[in-house]
């Protein structure tokens, strides 16, 4: 199994691309299960995830072609794939796929809309908490499905199709709202979800379902009114910008010193999380092409901040922004509002000298002069980066272990950061 193994103590100066989101990514592929045209998708991050959902998807019979680089197209910019499902061969997600990755849950959506039935795995994932799908289920039967869970599996079905509903989620759900929009998109009549996502990666999902002549509106808000048509089509869509890699590499400078540029980063999608660095102390300047983020040697302030869902702090980021403070010259607070069960990272972080206190979804973090280089495990996706920017401020040498975590949701991690002067590597085996 890889390591990474990063030697602290240099400051990061010069560019980052920032690539395009996972988490936009993930359900606008499941989206092409919609119309049997293709749809083209730019900016896409080569990631373990994504190669993930590329099997999931090929095994309901979707074809896919990674179109070729141009002239001059640099590296580490996303690729552009094709995807193409004219038929769907098969409406069974089988456990050996979905067990993987959470999101391959989400293609229940597409298939009922369009075939009226799928046999869906129950989902597995980062172990961040117990992540049920009754959210789903309700919408979905909201829309008329008949829904069963047998032997593991969720089984779905919706005879004449799914019909519009009023449907109001208990809970904000990214995922449920992915879904239920997906699946509201080819029912008879009108839909509205509300207390829906108003995550930018739900905008960016709407924003295609259209290209692709979905009739949605209320998309950014907390309630979203889709009128069914009978068809969808093909279209060309470029993925955003990933506002969880911005705002890792922007906490990763801010704990390191330095001046950055990251390249390709729309403010818009985490200013509470550049509103909470500039109290840190961090400069943040828009520019025309980024994000510039800088700090000269001034001290790290504690801030206490809650994760909530968009426009608030991210959970995506609690890990990292913990990593920060444990620098920080004082107290701060961090409450974990989404998730029961984010913060394994605590203990990898006290092997590295941090000193934090956790009481149930509360923790309390007391900067360290010095954090010293140890060897530590990758745990979660965002844990696992977490480690990583620890790593760069700490005395000396540290080894992340299971490093398929971080491979899972940052492309070419090590690249960016030493081509910013970060002594990083990646050791096999
Ligand atoms: C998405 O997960 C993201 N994943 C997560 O990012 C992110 O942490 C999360 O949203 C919150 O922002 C992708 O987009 C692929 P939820 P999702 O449904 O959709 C509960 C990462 O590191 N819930 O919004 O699975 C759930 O348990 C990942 O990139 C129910 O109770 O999250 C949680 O407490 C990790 N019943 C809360 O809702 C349900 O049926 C929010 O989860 C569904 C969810």
């Not at 828009?286 to 001034?298: E, H, L, Y």
């Not at 696992?384 to 899972?408: C, F, N, P, Q």
Request: with cysteine; proline share 4%.
């Amino acid at each position: 199994m890889d390591s990474i193994v990063v030697t602290g103590g240099q400051r990061l100066n010069g560019t980052i691309p920032i690539s395009g989101a996972k988490n936009a990514t993930l359900p606008l592929m499941i989206a092409s299960l919609l119309t049997s045209e293709p749809v083209i998708f730019e900016n896409v991050p080569d990631l373990a995830d994504v190669n993930s959902l590329i099997r999931i998807l090929t095994n309901h019979g979707v074809d896919y072609r990674v179109e070729g680089k141009r002239r001059g197209q640099q590296d580490l910019t996303g690729r552009t794939i094709h995807f193409s499902a004219e038929e769907i061969a098969d409406t069974t997600a089988p456990y050996e796929l979905v067990a993987k990755m959470r999101a391959s849950f989400w293609v229940i959506g597409p298939l009922l809309a369009r075939m009226h039935e799928a046999k869906v795995s129950l989902p597995g994932g980062c172990a961040i908490g117990t992540r049920p799908v009754d959210l789903f289920i309700a919408s979905l039967e909201a829309m008329g499905a008949e829904i069963t869970v047998e032997g593991g599996y969720v089984i779905a079905s919706a005879k004449g199709g799914l019909k519009g509903a009023i449907y109001e989620f208990p809970k904000v759900s990214v995922g449920a709202t992915h879904v239920a929009m997906m699946a509201a998109t080819l029912a008879k009549g009108k839909t509205v979800l509300k207390n829906a996502a108003r995550e930018p990666e739900v905008v960016d999902l709407a924003t295609c379902l259209i290209s692709m002549g979905a009739n949605i509106s209320g998309v950014g808000t907390s309630t979203i009114t889709i009128e069914g048509v009978e068809n969808l089509h093909g279209c060309r869509h470029r993925v955003l910008p990933d506002r969880i890699e911005t705002g890792t590499y922007a906490m990763a400078v801010a704990m390191t010193g330095g001046d950055v540029l990251l390249k390709g980063a729309q403010p818009g999608l985490l200013q509470e999380v550049l509103d909470v660095l500039e109290r840190v102390g961090v400069t943040i300047e828009p520019v025309n092409d980024g994000i510039r983020v800088s700090r000269n040697g001034a001290a790290l302030k504690p801030v206490d901040i809650a994760t909530d869902p968009f426009p608030g702090f991210p959970t995506d980021l609690q890990a990292q922004f913990m990593a920060l403070m444990t620098r920080a010259d004082g107290v701060s607070n961090i409450q974990e509002t989404i998730f029961e069960n984010r913060f394994m990272h605590v203990q990898e972080l006290a092997r590295l000298g941090a000193k934090i206190a956790l009481d149930g979804q509360h923790a309390e973090v007391t900067g360290v002069a010095e954090l010293t280089g140890a060897q530590v495990m990758a745990t979660d996706l965002r844990a696992s980066v977490s480690l990583v920017i620890a790593g760069l401020a700490a005395e000396g040498k540290t080894t992340v272990s299971r490093v398929y975590h971080l491979d899972r949701g940052f492309e070419h991690l090590e690249e960016k950061l030493s081509n910013c002067g970060a002594l990083i590597e990646r050791v096999s085996g």
